[in-house]
């Protein structure tokens, strides 16, 4: 054995001296990287210690930017029309008293006598505020006799209230969407549930507005990626979040085409009714009855009681099973304080009127079809809108792409409806938080208290304005 | 020290002058010296009671598994889990959070959110509820418990159905009704809110205030408006949802700092300044600091004075949250730089609440001009509802009583009583025993329960016995720091806390939890 080794060793001697010496220099450089390597400082860019000298320096020249950039002193939200009156079917704006057609009092329940009464009622039996949020002594019984209300007038198990319409859609979202989870959203939805959207931190997959096709093609692309990975996409939540009547453009989601994708590709559909509550279908139960689908088939419908109902706060209905999460989770729910009573009352008021007499919602119908053929006559003025919706974007026909000088055409068009006493408004916008800015548009609202000489008149003079602002420009 | 009844004395003298409206500087270094006091530090609990707590939480889990367990071999059946009509679809809830729900939270729901029929004064009518389905559902019996209301946000008593402040805010409602569905960009100013602004801008002692209709969403709407990407916020551990949720909207990046610690606070500003954004390389863009006043489940009040030294030294912005303090601290209840006596125009943005101590709801900001026009113009608030007038006059009423305008002394001496009880309720407290924590001023009282379990039946035999209380635990607070919160009011007159102080004696000499007891 000895011998084996003495003689292996030998070997690699005399090959070590008999190597060219070219050989013997490359191995010996490899020896040396490799050594260098093993021993030198690696290199590590976060701990840069830095010298308290040094930190003294870097302190002291720094310079943080102004905490906000100066704002334009002319700009609209600096110089509001102030509204001294009630604003129900007339609105006295800047001393000139003016039919409104501009607040989203749908019904005209802000001027109803019951309402008002209700309102007292609750104040002389709870006082302004509730003092507290819902978990802890802010829960009112007037609060769950309208939760239990609002669930059984949407046919539903349970609604849970909230005390700021922004907020019910905008807590919803993310209670139940979170990072890893993917969110169809059709792009013109209103900026609610844009924060929503933002705040659940999940991937956002925007659809071109209404568009049912494109809605599919991303979901097909969906149900590829789930192919390839079918272990995450079984706990991959995917929802459909869509408006009922959209704010922004005045249009009627399609619900039935939606609802058939949706139970196809197992995803969770909310709705956003806010402006759909009292004014689409019979009774006013929003889009779900308009096109007459079995409100079990939605997961969740949120709404504002800030509009038809003309009170405050909002709501979201759906299963207990679904809805009752957010009681722990929803954060406007949780962490704000709860609905003050009276105006809870409010909207206990509206909703029994409503319920007792779906007269007003008919009317209200009658009232955006009329307006709808009026103001479609008029040749300067382009009309956006379902005809049976109270919202109607108006813009200029040749309308040019500028977006700075539409809204000063559109605000000169306000200016002189206002001195002429009618009352509309530009439809204001964050322009750069908004994932899709809609064209500028005049935002006229027509109410279930107008008669059919006012809308004439209102037209005729949208049209006189609309024209002398043309002759100016 | 000066000692109290030196201090009463000065705030009795100093009343006189205040009818006309006159602001005190406190300048109290008593109240200086306070704020460097370890307040919000409390004792480490033992090493048995910190098992015990893991103990407690290991075996409602396993009785949880158990319970899991039964369901999906069909043995029980559980409402709460079962969906219909889903067949196929994703999981809606997270494992652990849907388990938390079901059998934690659900074993003591009914220690929350119980009903009142009254307005929630100084007494509170809570409706008296049974569950027939271990707390899944709850029916109301029909009856009802009139009990010494210690858990609303009711500091200076304004929650009153009657008065001179209610009749003005029903002139209100026939005015302006209730509904306005406008927003602040539209057609929703009304001259009422400018009116509000006003008044509010003239009580804080600042240049402009802007007021909104909800006081979550002012957090959270509002932030975004001053940060953005590439700006630093430095909030306190503590800090609300409502701030955490605004500082995420707004893009910018979000750390925290130990709670109320200024050394910790000033280590942080100091490297982050240094050594800027490490995931872009850049410096940032500017550095705000975000805190409350008064801390809603630890009592505490933030050091102000110091506060404001870091943020001049090291050219920061500072905001301050004072949804529990405005009203409710301070000589003349001007919130927390009343309380300290600091100038309000060195803190940049000055935040509040109308639902605690105003009796309302809705939110404000205030600060410079320039600052307040930039939040006008930008709120993401722009597309909500303002706020109500009835509200809008509400706060009025309210904000003209406490500088005196109307109703004579009523305004000073509702702070003074809302001071009175404060200091009485702690100070018997810490007698009796109780680890009572946070700072000696203010009216957020949380007593140390360490125990979960202890929660609910203190609250329920509170209940029974006459005390409305509020009870916290997992997760608003840590594992091991349950407590029990009394929220003091100035319509607490001394018989009614003398009641409530015999049975918060009685119940923790039951449960043992007289920690401090010699």
Not at chain 2, 267 to 293: C, F, H, N, P, Y
Request: charge should be positive; proline fraction near 3%.
């Amino acid at each position: 054995m000895e011998m084996s080794i003495k003689w292996e060793l030998k070997e690699m001697f005399d090959s070590l001296i008999s190597a060219p010496k070219y050989h013997l220099a490359l191995e010996g450089c490899l020896v040396m990287c490799v050594l260098w390597l093993l021993f030198h400082k690696s290199y590590k860019p976060e701990s840069t210690k830095l010298t308290e000298k040094e930190k003294e320096e870097l302190i002291a020249e720094w310079t943080p930017e102004p905490l906000v950039p100066d704002t334009p002193s002319d700009h609209y939200a600096l110089n509001p029309r102030i509204v001294t009156s009630k604003l129900g079917k007339r609105i006295v704006i800047d001393g000139h008293d003016c039919l409104n057609l501009s607040t989203h009092n749908y019904l005209g329940f802000v001027e109803n006598d019951k309402c008002i009464e209700s309102a007292i009622k609750g104040l002389r039996k709870y006082g302004v505020g509730s003092c507290g949020p819902r978990g802890f002594y802010g829960t009112v019984d007037i609060h769950l006799e309208l939760e239990s209300r609002l669930a059984k007038f949407m046919g539903v198990e349970e609604a849970v209230l909230y005390s700021y319409g922004f907020s019910a859609i905008s807590s919803a979202i993310p209670a139940y969407s979170k990072v890893g989870d993917v969110i169809f959203v059709d792009e013109g939805v209103n900026f609610a549930i844009q924060q929503g959207l933002i705040a659940s931190r999940s991937k956002i997959k925007f659809f071109k507005h209404n568009d049912v096709e494109d809605l599919h093609r991303l979901l097909l692309e969906q149900a590829d990626i789930d192919r390839k990975n079918p272990k995450k996409a079984k706990v991959t939540r995917r929802f459909l979040v869509v408006e009922g009547l959209y704010i922004n453009y005045g249009d009627i989601c399609p619900l039935p085409q939606l609802l058939e994708l949706k139970k196809k590709y197992k995803v969770r559909m909310f709705i956003d009714d806010t402006c759909a509550l009292g004014v689409l279908g019979a009774n006013g139960r929003g889009v779900v009855e308009h096109f007459g689908v079995a409100v079990d088939d939605i997961d969740m419908i949120c709404a504002t009681l800030e509009n038809a109902m003309a009170a405050y706060g909002g709501f979201c209905c759906g299963t207990s099973f679904i809805v009752d999460h957010q009681r722990l989770s929803g954060l406007g729910y949780c962490f704000s304080a709860s609905l003050p009573p009276l105006q809870a009352a409010v909207a206990l008021t509206s909703l029994e009127t409503i319920e007792n007499n779906n007269s007003v919602i008919e009317k209200l119908r009658q009232n955006c079809q009329s307006m709808h053929s009026l103001l479609k006559d008029i040749p300067y003025v382009k009309v956006f809108g379902e005809p049976i919706a109270p919202i109607k974007h108006l813009r200029f026909a040749n309308n040019t792409n500028d977006h700075k000088l539409e809204t000063k055409k559109l605000e000169k068009v306000v200016q002189i409806a206002q001195e002429r006493g009618y009352a509309l408004t530009v439809a204001r916008y964050l322009d750069d938080s908004e994932h899709l800015l809609p064209k500028p548009s005049i935002r006229l609202i027509v109410n279930a208290i107008l008669n059919d000489q006012e809308m004439k008149e209102s037209a005729e003079m949208i049209s006189q304005s609309f024209e002398s602002v043309l002759n100016l420009y | 020290m000066k000692n109290t009844e030196q201090v009463y004395n000065n705030r009795r003298n100093k009343s006189k002058s205040i009818a006309n409206n006159g602001i005190h500087k406190s300048g109290d270094n008593q109240r200086k010296q306070w704020a460097t006091r370890n307040d919000g530090l409390r004792p480490h609990p033992s090493w048995h009671i910190v098992l015990t707590c893991y103990l407690t939480f290991a075996i409602l889990i396993a009785f949880g598994y158990i319970n899991e367990f039964l369901t999906y071999i069909g043995l029980k059946r559980n409402k709460a889990i079962s969906e219909t009509n889903r067949e196929g679809y994703a999981c809606l809830y997270g494992t652990w959070q849907s388990f938390f729900t079901r059998y934690i939270y659900r074993r003591v729901c009914d220690a929350f959110s119980q009903p009142i029929c009254s307005v929630p004064a100084g007494n509170v009518h809570v409706l008296d509820r049974k569950s027939d389905d271990y707390n899944l559902t709850f029916r109301l019996t029909g009856n009802k418990t009139n009990a010494i209301n210690l858990g609303s946000y009711n500091y200076l008593g304004f929650a009153q159905n009657t008065g001179s402040g209610t009749d003005r805010v029903l002139q209100t409602v026939h005015k302006y009704g209730i509904g306005i569905a406008s927003t602040h960009h539209e057609l929703g100013k009304l001259d009422i809110h400018i009116e509000l602004e006003e008044l509010f801008a003239r009580y804080l002692g600042v240049e402009s205030v802007v007021t909104f209709g909800m006081g979550f969403a002012t957090n959270s709407t509002n932030i975004a408006t001053f940060a953005g990407k590439g700006c630093l916020i430095l909030g306190d551990e503590y800090n609300h949802a409502s701030l955490k949720s605004g500082s995420y909207i707004s893009g910018a990046t979000y750390r925290s700092f130990r709670h109320n610690n200024m050394n910790d606070l000033e280590t942080k500003i100091r490297d982050s300044i240094a050594l800027g954004d490490t995931k872009s390389g850049q410096k940032w863009k500017k550095i705000v600091i975000i805190v409350e006043g008064v801390y809603s489940m630890e009592g505490s009040i933030a050091n102000l004075p110091e506060l404001i030294r870091l943020k001049k030294k090291y050219k920061c912005y500072l905001y301050v949250d004072e949804a529990h303090s405005i009203g409710a601290i301070g000589p003349n209840g001007r919130g927390i730089t009343d309380f300290y006596g600091c100038d309000p125009n060195d803190i940049d943005l000055l935040m509040g609440t109308f639902t605690k101590s105003f009796g309302a709801s809705g939110g404000y900001i205030a600060g410079p001009r320039h600052v307040i026009d930039r939040i006008r113009a930008y709120t993401q608030s722009a597309y909500a509802t303002n706020m109500s007038a009835p509200i809008a006059q509400q706060i009025i009423s309210v904000v003209k009583v406490l500088i005196g305008e109307t109703d004579g002394t009523d305004g000073i001496e509702r702070i003074n009583r809302l001071s009175e009880n404060t200091k009485y309720f702690r100070k018997r407290l810490k007698e009796m025993g109780f680890i009572v924590l946070g700072h000696p001023e203010s009216p957020v009282i949380p007593i140390l329960l360490y125990f979960p379990a202890m929660i609910s039946p203190f609250v329920r035999l509170g209940l029974n016995r006459g005390i409305a209380t509020v009870g916290a635990g997992y997760p608003a607070t840590t594992l091991t720091t349950n407590r029990i919160r009394f929220c003091m009011s100035s319509a607490h007159n001394q018989q009614m806390l003398e009641r409530a102080l015999n049975i918060i004696s009685q119940i923790g000499d039951e449960f043992n939890i007289k920690y401090l007891k010699t």
